[in-house]
C-alpha cells in the first residue's frame, strides 16, 4: 500500500520555540494532506486539510497563525507549530490522499510526531 | 467535533473470544471506515464500506453498516494477544465533502492471552 511518513517521529522543545513536522508521501503523489491532532486516549481531530500549491483549510477553532501548514509539492507537506506552549504537547498526525490511487477515498496515516512541550 | 460515537469505550476478553465493537453517526455518509491505533502508533486502515453496502469481510474481521440506524459494527473473530489495539471508525462525506474523515472516541480493545 502506499506509504506515508512523518519527521521526527517524536520532538522535545522548550515553550516559545517553533516546531516543524514534515509529512512525506513516499510512493505516491497526495492532492490532498490532512493534519490530525490526538490527545490521549482521545480521538482524532482534524485539524486541517491541505491542497497541494493552495492555502489550507483549517477547521473551527484552529489557528491559523498558531500552527502554519504549507503544501509546497505533491509528495511533501509541512505542519509548523509556532511559538509552541506546554498546551500544544500532542500527538499529531497527518495522512494523505491520493486522486489517482484506486482506493479513492481512502486516506494513507502517516506514523505520528509526539510533541512534547516543556 | 466528532461525528461518530464508539461503544464500548473499552472493551476486554479473552484470546479466542469474539470482540464486537459498534459505531453510530449523524450525518450522511458516502462510507464508512474502520481504523486500527496501536498504542502511540499511526493508524492502519482495516476496511471501507460503501453506503450501499451492508456487510463486509477481511479475514477475520467483519464490518456491517446499517443507513437507516446511521450504525456500522466491526467483529474480531477468534481474538489474539496481537489485536489488543484502539479501534476508530470514521466516515467519509464524499467528494462533495471533500473526503474528509471524522473519527469515533474509539473503542480500546484488550485480548487477554
Known amino acids: 500500500g502506499a506509504v506515508v511518513s512523518q519527521h521526527p517521529s517524536r520532538v522535545i522543545c522548550k515553550s516559545g520555540t517553533s516546531v516543524k513536522i514534515e509529512c512525506r508521501s513516499l510512493?505516491?503523489?497526495?492532492?490532498?494532506m490532512f493534519w490530525y491532532r490526538q490527545f490521549p486516549k482521545q480521538s482524532l481531530m482534524l485539524m486541517a486539510t491541505?491542497?497541494?500549491?493552495?492555502?489550507?483549510?483549517?477547521e473551527q477553532g484552529v489557528e491559523k497563525d498558531k500552527f502554519l501548514i504549507n503544501h509546497a509539492s505533491l509528495t511533501l507537506s509541512t505542519l509548523t507549530v509556532t511559538s509552541a506552549h506546554p498546551e500544544d504537547s500532542s500527538f499529531y498526525i497527518c495522512?494523505?490522499?491520493?486522486?489517482?490511487?484506486?482506493?479513492?477515498?481512502?486516506?494513507?496515516f502517516g506514523p505520528g510526531t509526539r510533541l512534547t512541550v516543556l | 467535533s466528532q461525528q461518530g460515537e464508539e461503544d464500548p469505550q473499552a472493551l476486554s476478553i479473552q484470546e479466542g473470544e469474539n470482540a464486537t465493537m459498534n459505531c453510530s453517526y449523524k450525518?450522511?455518509?458516502?462510507?464508512l471506515q474502520w481504523y486500527r491505533q496501536n498504542s502511540g502508533r499511526g493508524l492502519v486502515h482495516l476496511i471501507l464500506?460503501?453506503?450501499?453496502?451492508r456487510e463486509k469481510h477481511s479475514g477475520r474481521l467483519r464490518v456491517t453498516l446499517d443507513t437507516s440506524k446511521k450504525s456500522s459494527s466491526l467483529l474480531i473473530t477468534a481474538s489474539r494477544a496481537a489485536d489488543t489495539a484502539s479501534y476508530f471508525c470514521?466516515?467519509?462525506?464524499?467528494?462533495?465533502?471533500?473526503?474528509?474523515?471524522?473519527f469515533g472516541g474509539g473503542t480500546r480493545l484488550m485480548v487477554k492471552p
Open positions: 470514521a466516515t467519509c462525506g464524499g467528494y462533495n465533502a471533500g473526503n474528509m474523515l471524522t
Open positions: 491541505s491542497n497541494e500549491g493552495s492555502k489550507a483549510t483549517y
Open positions: 464500506i460503501r453506503s450501499n453496502e
Open positions: 450525518t450522511s455518509i458516502n462510507n
Open positions: 510512493d505516491f503523489q497526495a492532492t490532498t
Open positions: 495522512s494523505a490522499r491520493s486522486g489517482r490511487l484506486v482506493s479513492y477515498n481512502e486516506q494513507f
